[in-house]
């Protein structure tokens, strides 16, 4: 799976899987249902077959014969099987939980303060909750802590600040970070490279690429020291070249054939209808929700698809279908994160990096028995 050099925040995020519904089992959810868990509220719906009707799992009404009991990831779902919404609870309603409209608020007010000093004890006066609530709160709705998400804005509002061609003190004192070594105590796994670097468009990043054919056309991977950089489809050389140079317009590319074998390698074997092997070494620059998404990407089974919408409740962000297609969008490891198992809500195939024809090329690839 996805491998980023010292990515501490999202090795702890794995040890809580069981905070994303596609991986609740359903006696899991029945306990929720039984116990009228307002916290999985937004995370599923329940429906009873004798009554037809589909509810919130906090629903006050009375519990229902478990064997009558049907689950659904999202309203829409439920409907679709014919179950009609509760007038009690109202389940098909976009009204935010407590929990959801506590994280919303703590999130506005992070966002407005990255300038100041931000510790779990004063964030959680400033809402009214403890602290303990509100790491558990934030942590289960969004995926990550509140002092990584803050780390994560700092460092975004930092990238976007050197590439306009701000000083590295300027930029890194305005995003929040308190001294250069705090900044690099954390950034360096999000970026990449120094902060020097990135303000000067990757000046001095070392990148080695090798280019082979495919049934697409031609494939380029990239490769820095850390690992895979980015994967290039194209009709020729020079188109697959120039889509690399344009994501790292300053960086040192060179042509390296030699060198890229072992990342070369399970391409081959991919379009030669074998699975393709995901553990390969990444070094990308992404933000917290956009790991989330290649992670959540990278877990869908060779020939399978799913939505961008499962994806999106599948990380507990329901409404952020679109977030979601824009992280496939900017995905600059094709293949290695393979987006193009990522379709429509209606089953069609939508937009792809390298074109629409690919993408339905490589999902039937998938799909095509071989020996």
């Known amino acids: 799976m996805l491998q980023v050099p010292t990515a501490q925040n999202l090795e702890e995020m794995d040890r809580y899987p069981k905070e994303r519904e596609n991986l609740l089992t359903e006696d899991e959810k029945w306990d929720a249902v039984f116990s009228r868990d307002i916290g999985s509220d937004g995370n599923f719906v329940f429906a009873v077959r004798s009554t037809g009707i589909y509810c919130k799992p906090s629903c006050p009404a009375k519990r229902p014969n478990r064997k009558q009991v049907l689950f659904f990831s999202s309203p829409e779902e439920a409907e679709q099987s014919g179950f009609r919404p509760c007038r009690r609870c109202k389940p098909n309603l976009a009204l935010p939980p407590p929990q959801l409209a506590l994280v919303d608020r703590l999130r506005v007010y992070i966002g407005d303060n990255l300038d100041k000093k931000l510790t779990l004890a004063n964030l959680s006066a400033e809402i009214g909750v403890s602290p303990y609530h509100l790491q558990r709160t934030f942590k289960r709705i969004v995926g990550i802590s509140p002092r990584q998400y803050i780390e994560t804005l700092r460092l975004a509002k930092m990238k976007n600040s050197l590439i306009n061609g701000e000083t590295v003190n300027k930029a890194l004192y305005g995003a929040g970070f308190s001294s250069r070594s705090r900044f690099y105590e954390k950034g360096s796994y999000q970026f990449g490279m120094s902060a020097g670097v990135l303000r000067r468009g990757g000046l001095g990043m070392e990148i080695s690429y090798t280019i082979v054919d495919s049934p697409l056309g031609r494939t380029l991977v990239g490769a820095t020291v850390l690992g895979v950089c980015a994967v290039c489809i194209g009709t020729s050389n020079a188109e697959v070249e120039e889509a690399l140079a344009r994501e790292y317009p300053s960086a040192n590319i060179r042509r390296g054939d030699q060198a890229l074998h072992r990342f070369v390698s399970?391409?081959?074997?991919?379009?030669?209808?074998?699975?393709?092997?995901?553990?390969?070494?990444?070094?990308?620059?992404?933000?917290?929700?956009?790991?989330?998404?290649?992670?959540?990407?990278?877990?869908?089974?060779?020939?399978?698809?799913?939505?961008?919408?499962?994806?999106?409740?599948?990380?507990?962000?329901?409404?952020?279908?679109r977030a979601v297609a824009r992280a496939c969008a900017t995905n600059p490891v094709s293949l290695v994160v393979p987006c193009h198992r990522v379709i429509g809500e209606n089953g069609e195939v939508h937009g792809y990096r390298w074109g629409r024809k690919r993408k339905q090329e490589l999902l039937m690839l998938e799909q095509t028995p071989h020996p």
Request: charged content about 15%; cysteine-free.
């Open 266 to 321: 399970p391409i081959r074997n991919y379009f030669a209808g074998r699975e393709f092997n995901l553990n390969l070494p990444l070094d990308v620059q992404a933000t917290a929700f956009q790991w989330r998404v290649w992670k959540e990407i990278q877990s869908i089974p060779y020939g399978a698809t799913t939505t961008y919408g499962n994806i999106a409740r599948s990380l507990g962000k329901p409404q952020a279908a």
